[in-house]
């Protein structure tokens, strides 16, 4: 199963801070994607990274991937109440494209 | 494009009945996932399709549940009886795979209830 684990399981900030969710795997990937969902609607896709990458950047987005520790982490700067939601990593391996999600992380920004 | 399209987008039914929840991926995307997301078991993959072919249904929770794929552009799961709980959101998604991202585009989820 290609499941990250998101750590930790709950975060609540106030507008205008940082956000810093981590993900952790188990095995050699290809690539690993974070994906957001915003109550009752699907998930989004909002960043891949590929294992030769270390740091990728997408507007208020960084993500950064230590293939050594088999870890990623997601970073978004200067919150709005609407990045309120949770957030999955997940990632492929080989030439197994089947994606499986963990809990994910409840990002709460408080206006 | 319109993106994944899914329906019933909410459904009520009685334990017991049939529900079939339908699916049209994205036009060109060659894999399609369903994936089941409740409170207490998160989202998990029941199965999933390349190539309109079933690629692993491990997820299937029990032969009440069944998938099919008879051609690119639609995918349904049936629900044969229902029981309560079965009472979830039904998400599908397609992508390319072997293209650049191989990311996920889901659709906007189905929610079943079972009385």
């Known amino acids: 199963s290609q499941q990250g684990e998101e750590d930790p399981q709950a975060l609540s900030i106030q507008e205008g801070e940082n956000a810093t969710m981590n993900c952790s795997y188990k095995?050699?990937?290809?690539?690993l994607q974070w994906y957001r969902q915003n109550s009752g609607r699907g998930l989004v896709h909002l960043i891949l990274i590929r294992s030769n990458e270390r740091e990728k950047h997408s507007g208020r987005l960084r993500v950064t991937l230590d293939t050594s520790k088999k870890s990623s982490s997601l970073l978004i700067t200067a919150s709005r109440a609407a990045d309120t939601a949770s957030y999955f990593c997940t990632y492929n391996a080989g030439s197994n494209y089947k994606l499986t999600f963990g809990k994910g992380t409840l990002l709460t920004v408080n206006p | 494009d319109a993106g994944v399209i899914q329906s019933p987008r909410h459904e009520v039914t009685e334990m017991g009945q049939e529900v079939t929840l339908r699916c049209k991926p994205i036009s060109g995307h060659n894999s399609l996932f369903w994936y089941r997301q409740t409170m207490m078991r998160g989202l998990e993959l029941l199965i999933y399709?390349?190539?309109?072919?079933?690629?692993?249904d491990s997820g299937m929770p029990e032969d009440r549940f069944s998938a099919k794929m008879p051609n690119a552009s639609f995918s349904t799961l049936k629900i044969q009886p229902s029981e309560p709980r079965d009472s979830a959101v039904y998400f599908c998604?397609?992508?390319?795979?072997?293209?650049?991202?191989?990311?996920?585009?889901f659709g906007e989820g189905s929610r079943l209830t079972v009385l």
């Open positions: 095995t050699s990937i290809n690539n």
């Open positions: 998604a397609s992508s390319l795979q072997g293209g650049p991202t191989g990311e996920l585009f």
């Open positions: 399709f390349n190539n309109n072919v079933p690629i692993d």
